[in-house]
């Protein structure tokens, strides 16, 4: 994991292959969806072929939260970027 000084630190290496069944949710234009991962790795591409698909802009969409069970563990910027919360 990456380390920055101020705000929330970037998931980066191993932490983001490594096995686990996640929940992926997120709102594109008002529309809540809701996608299964086993990785953040896997969760930060269904983000990003979520966004590729219809060609959404940064302002189009909303939240991408990464959860395991019901503990919210993550969050994908619009870029792919997996954040620790």
Do not use: D
Request: charged share 20%; net charge positive; with cysteine.
């Amino acid at each position: 994991m990456t380390i920055r000084p101020f705000g929330n630190s970037e998931i980066t290496g191993a932490a983001l292959t490594a096995l686990r069944a996640l929940t992926v949710k997120f709102e594109l234009i008002h529309q809540r969806h809701s996608l299964t991962a086993l990785s953040l790795a896997e969760a930060s591409a269904k983000w990003q072929a979520a966004l590729a698909e219809e060609n959404y802009r940064a302002s189009e969409v909303g939240y991408c939260r990464i959860y395991q069970g019901r503990k919210l563990v993550a969050r994908i910027s619009y870029n792919g970027r997996v954040w620790a919360v």
